[in-house]
């Protein structure tokens, strides 16, 4: 027989257990569509709230930011520039949110049978990625239209770099979110912290004003280092050609989200071990 | 016996194997809580250790508790493992090591095999999905890829008796359709290690039997190896070849099956005593009783037996000790038998009375249990007389009186797995039947 595992109190090598995370690859993809099934399960407008819900936040960031302060947004149309900045805000807030309470949400299961528990993050970011590739088709199709009327002109050749920005993104967010689940465990106050205080992370990023907007300063200073700051204008740069691109940030930005991302990995490994012994 | 023969045909292939097994658990408050806390006991942590008062190991705290103490465990090929013990003897948390669901504190395992758990059925069963939905999720949760799960899909419907429902929402299942669902994913998994936590406790006799000879079936016929924990011991007999008894964290008895039931029912329950002394238990009567005292039941006496479980066909012998404070005429006894799920079930009065003179009485008492079915029954013992004018008057009472175990062994005459909650505690006279002309 080949097949032998060996359980100590020793935690296991971190490569086996990202192995078994793909081997579970069904489980993650019928987690993906339980998620969407019962998000929309009973609504009337159903995954129509996947569009609604950024286009009517991008509404009111336009009244708010746009024509009551007066924010400029480089001459990119406001609608676009607030609907593309909302949904990739979406992507990375999701990541953290909705893995934050992986542990807390899902006790009933893990404590009852095994499976490797980071196949629930990893199916919380790929519903997190769908969203925004819906939420894409629109922004993409105000481009296009805003293109053929020249209001607009992206960086094509940029293009190349949006799915490197993508995955900078969702590493960073899913690193923050997987460090946050599993202190969540112990320190319940985090689950407090998260709510809101993603709400302030999302004013402390350029979202509802370009990065050029802030004088220069310790204020922009501080907007530069927040990692997530790279890959927002990173993306923007190159689908609305506006958008403010650092070298030394955004390679502070990728340490940081690595950092993150294997710091997350390695705690949330120690923790999945034996969190339910202290849920 | 049939279980010996396959044992000897089964080349005796370790698939678990366990050493030194230690799971501690902090009892009271489970870290401090708060940061300041945990960073302080890490502080002090750190000062035990660089002080040398301890050599390596953690240091040993008031509050530990140790659920698994020293577990050694060789578990071969196509074996049955029944796990019996008391509540909190460590069974469940040496199954979730297993699972592993949580990671021992120390010692070593190693599983040369698959483990399905079924530590529940149905785990992760959304309501909202419907049955098919449910058992590609559970299925992956359980650890079949989807193909798998395509394959057996038919077979797992068939065994689950929930065909016509299985395009329905879960939530509108019964709880029987619910566990059989749950349990026919589980049982149909591809795995050398099926791990099972009382899963059948509900769920009706038919299937519960259905579930039980598929168990047997996955030991003896495709040499997979179960590890069951119940404390139903008619379902331990009828599946296991080899049982353990665990008390504390340990393993006190490995072996025959029938040897360890007989030890868990015998020393398992500290109710379970032969020796009754009603200094302070319950009284019910004495209000009442406070200014006319004529009675004091003492103690009860359990005659020739170690521990009080009894055959079916066997008699009780008792002797019962009381003072009474003057002498008393045509007194009369009566046992008012309750069932562990705490039904009242019938009440056996003595035949005829006795006198009893001033001072200490012996009594003895011969108690048929000819009805009673397998289970723990407790009895209230009341002594009472009737007054001039035939009313009944209560001399005194003791709840309950004496605890003690029916086990009913099969055999042609009792050819039922008796289950209280179906058929009561009371087997009534039989049926005669025969063909008619």
């Given at each position: 027989m080949t097949y032998h595992v060996h359980i100590s109190s020793e935690t296991e090598c971190v490569g086996l257990n990202l192995g078994e995370v793909w081997q579970y690859r069904d489980l993650i993809v019928l987690l993906t569509k339980k998620t969407f099934t019962l998000t929309y399960k009973?609504?009337?407008?159903g995954p129509a709230w996947i569009i609604i819900s950024p286009l009517l936040s991008s509404i009111a960031y336009m009244l708010v930011f746009g024509v009551i302060a007066g924010i400029s947004t480089n001459g990119v149309p406001q609608i676009l520039f607030y609907l593309a900045s909302t949904a990739i805000w979406g992507l990375f807030a999701s990541a953290v949110t909705d893995n934050a309470a992986t542990f807390i949400a899902n006790a009933n299961v893990f404590g009852k049978v095994y499976f490797p528990r980071l196949t629930v993050p990893v199916s919380n970011l790929l519903v997190g990625l769908i969203r925004f590739g819906i939420q894409m088709i629109l922004v993409l199709a105000l481009v296009a239209f805003f293109v053929v009327q020249g209001t607009v002109s992206p960086n094509w050749l940029m293009w190349l770099i949006i799915p490197l920005a993508l995955v900078h993104l969702c590493v960073l967010g899913m690193g923050v979110g997987i460090i946050l689940s599993s202190l969540t465990t112990k320190y319940r106050d985090l689950q407090i912290l998260v709510s809101f205080g993603m709400q302030l992370w999302m004013f402390g990023?350029?979202?509802?004003?370009?990065?050029?907007q802030i004088p220069e300063g310790i204020l922009r200073t501080v907007v530069m280092l927040n990692p997530v700051t790279a890959p927002v204008e990173w993306l923007r740069f190159a689908l609305l050609g506006s958008g403010t691109i650092d070298p030394i940030t955004t390679g502070i930005s990728i340490v940081v989200a690595l950092v993150c991302a294997v710091c997350g990995i390695l705690m949330f490994n120690r923790v999945e071990r034996t969190f339910v012994d202290t849920v | 016996m049939a279980h010996q023969t396959s044992r000897q045909n089964t080349e005796r292939e370790p698939i678990i194997a366990i050493s030194g097994l230690r799971k501690r658990y902090r009892l009271g408050?489970?870290?401090?809580?708060?940061l300041q806390g945990d960073i302080k006991e890490w502080r002090e942590r750190r000062q035990i250790e660089r002080s040398g008062e301890v050599d390596g190991a953690a240091p040993k705290r008031d509050d530990d508790f140790y659920a698994l103490d020293g577990l050694d465990l060789t578990v071969y090929k196509g074996e049955a493992l029944g796990i019996i013990g008391k509540n909190g003897a460590g069974k469940s948390t040496l199954l979730k090591i297993l699972s592993r669901i949580t990671a021992p504190t120390e010692g070593e395992i190693d599983l040369y095999g698959r483990v399905a758990s079924m530590l529940e059925v149905g785990t992760g069963f959304n309501g909202e999905m419907t049955g098919r939905e449910n058992i590609y999720l559970n299925g992956a949760i359980l650890g079949m890829s989807r193909r798998e799960i395509d394959e057996k899909m038919e077979d797992i419907i068939e065994f689950s008796e929930v065909r016509d429902f299985i395009?329905?929402?879960?939530?509108?299942?019964s709880s029987g359709m619910y566990v059989k669902l749950g349990f026919s994913v589980a049982a149909h998994l591809d795995s050398e290690i099926m791990i099972m936590d009382e899963?059948?406790?509900?769920?009706d006799m038919e299937f519960q039997h259905k579930c039980l000879d598929r168990m047997r079936q996955a030991a003896k016929q495709e040499h997979r190896t179960v590890l069951y924990v119940s404390h139903n011991m008619s379902t331990i007999k009828r599946l296991c070849d080899r049982c353990i008894v665990m008390d504390a964290g340990k393993i006190v008895f490995d072996g025959d099956v029938d040897a360890a039931v007989a030890l868990y029912l015998g020393g398992g329950n500290t109710l379970l005593q032969t020796h009754y002394e009603y200094d302070d238990g319950y009284r019910p009567y004495d209000e009442y009783l406070r200014l006319n005292r004529r009675l004091n039941i003492d103690t009860l006496d359990i005659l020739g037996k170690d521990a009080p479980t009894f055959a079916a066909d066997e008699t009780v012998e008792l002797e019962l000790s009381c003072t009474a404070l003057r002498p008393l005429a045509q007194v009369g006894f009566r046992f008012e038998l309750w069932s562990q799920d705490g039904t009242k079930i019938g009440t056996m009065l003595s035949r005829g009375f006795v006198d009893l003179h001033e001072g200490v009485n012996k009594i003895h008492m011969r108690m048929d249990l000819s009805h009673l079915t397998t289970g723990q029954y407790s009895a209230d013992l009341v002594a009472f007389f009737h007054d001039e004018e035939g009313n009944e008057d209560i001399l005194d009472g003791v709840y309950p009186g004496v605890v003690f175990d029916v086990v009913v062994e099969l055999d042609e005459k009792n050819y039922l797995d008796w289950h209280h909650n179906y058929w009561g505690a009371i087997r009534l006279h039989d049926v005669d039947i025969e063909i008619s002309e």
């Amino acid at each position: 027989m080949t097949y032998h595992v060996h359980i100590s109190s020793e935690t296991e090598c971190v490569g086996l257990n990202l192995g078994e995370v793909w081997q579970y690859r069904d489980l993650i993809v019928l987690l993906t569509k339980k998620t969407f099934t019962l998000t929309y399960k009973q609504t009337v407008l159903g995954p129509a709230w996947i569009i609604i819900s950024p286009l009517l936040s991008s509404i009111a960031y336009m009244l708010v930011f746009g024509v009551i302060a007066g924010i400029s947004t480089n001459g990119v149309p406001q609608i676009l520039f607030y609907l593309a900045s909302t949904a990739i805000w979406g992507l990375f807030a999701s990541a953290v949110t909705d893995n934050a309470a992986t542990f807390i949400a899902n006790a009933n299961v893990f404590g009852k049978v095994y499976f490797p528990r980071l196949t629930v993050p990893v199916s919380n970011l790929l519903v997190g990625l769908i969203r925004f590739g819906i939420q894409m088709i629109l922004v993409l199709a105000l481009v296009a239209f805003f293109v053929v009327q020249g209001t607009v002109s992206p960086n094509w050749l940029m293009w190349l770099i949006i799915p490197l920005a993508l995955v900078h993104l969702c590493v960073l967010g899913m690193g923050v979110g997987i460090i946050l689940s599993s202190l969540t465990t112990k320190y319940r106050d985090l689950q407090i912290l998260v709510s809101f205080g993603m709400q302030l992370w999302m004013f402390g990023t350029p979202i509802v004003y370009p990065l050029s907007q802030i004088p220069e300063g310790i204020l922009r200073t501080v907007v530069m280092l927040n990692p997530v700051t790279a890959p927002v204008e990173w993306l923007r740069f190159a689908l609305l050609g506006s958008g403010t691109i650092d070298p030394i940030t955004t390679g502070i930005s990728i340490v940081v989200a690595l950092v993150c991302a294997v710091c997350g990995i390695l705690m949330f490994n120690r923790v999945e071990r034996t969190f339910v012994d202290t849920v | 016996m049939a279980h010996q023969t396959s044992r000897q045909n089964t080349e005796r292939e370790p698939i678990i194997a366990i050493s030194g097994l230690r799971k501690r658990y902090r009892l009271g408050q489970i870290g401090s809580g708060t940061l300041q806390g945990d960073i302080k006991e890490w502080r002090e942590r750190r000062q035990i250790e660089r002080s040398g008062e301890v050599d390596g190991a953690a240091p040993k705290r008031d509050d530990d508790f140790y659920a698994l103490d020293g577990l050694d465990l060789t578990v071969y090929k196509g074996e049955a493992l029944g796990i019996i013990g008391k509540n909190g003897a460590g069974k469940s948390t040496l199954l979730k090591i297993l699972s592993r669901i949580t990671a021992p504190t120390e010692g070593e395992i190693d599983l040369y095999g698959r483990v399905a758990s079924m530590l529940e059925v149905g785990t992760g069963f959304n309501g909202e999905m419907t049955g098919r939905e449910n058992i590609y999720l559970n299925g992956a949760i359980l650890g079949m890829s989807r193909r798998e799960i395509d394959e057996k899909m038919e077979d797992i419907i068939e065994f689950s008796e929930v065909r016509d429902f299985i395009d329905t929402p879960v939530k509108r299942y019964s709880s029987g359709m619910y566990v059989k669902l749950g349990f026919s994913v589980a049982a149909h998994l591809d795995s050398e290690i099926m791990i099972m936590d009382e899963v059948l406790a509900v769920g009706d006799m038919e299937f519960q039997h259905k579930c039980l000879d598929r168990m047997r079936q996955a030991a003896k016929q495709e040499h997979r190896t179960v590890l069951y924990v119940s404390h139903n011991m008619s379902t331990i007999k009828r599946l296991c070849d080899r049982c353990i008894v665990m008390d504390a964290g340990k393993i006190v008895f490995d072996g025959d099956v029938d040897a360890a039931v007989a030890l868990y029912l015998g020393g398992g329950n500290t109710l379970l005593q032969t020796h009754y002394e009603y200094d302070d238990g319950y009284r019910p009567y004495d209000e009442y009783l406070r200014l006319n005292r004529r009675l004091n039941i003492d103690t009860l006496d359990i005659l020739g037996k170690d521990a009080p479980t009894f055959a079916a066909d066997e008699t009780v012998e008792l002797e019962l000790s009381c003072t009474a404070l003057r002498p008393l005429a045509q007194v009369g006894f009566r046992f008012e038998l309750w069932s562990q799920d705490g039904t009242k079930i019938g009440t056996m009065l003595s035949r005829g009375f006795v006198d009893l003179h001033e001072g200490v009485n012996k009594i003895h008492m011969r108690m048929d249990l000819s009805h009673l079915t397998t289970g723990q029954y407790s009895a209230d013992l009341v002594a009472f007389f009737h007054d001039e004018e035939g009313n009944e008057d209560i001399l005194d009472g003791v709840y309950p009186g004496v605890v003690f175990d029916v086990v009913v062994e099969l055999d042609e005459k009792n050819y039922l797995d008796w289950h209280h909650n179906y058929w009561g505690a009371i087997r009534l006279h039989d049926v005669d039947i025969e063909i008619s002309e």
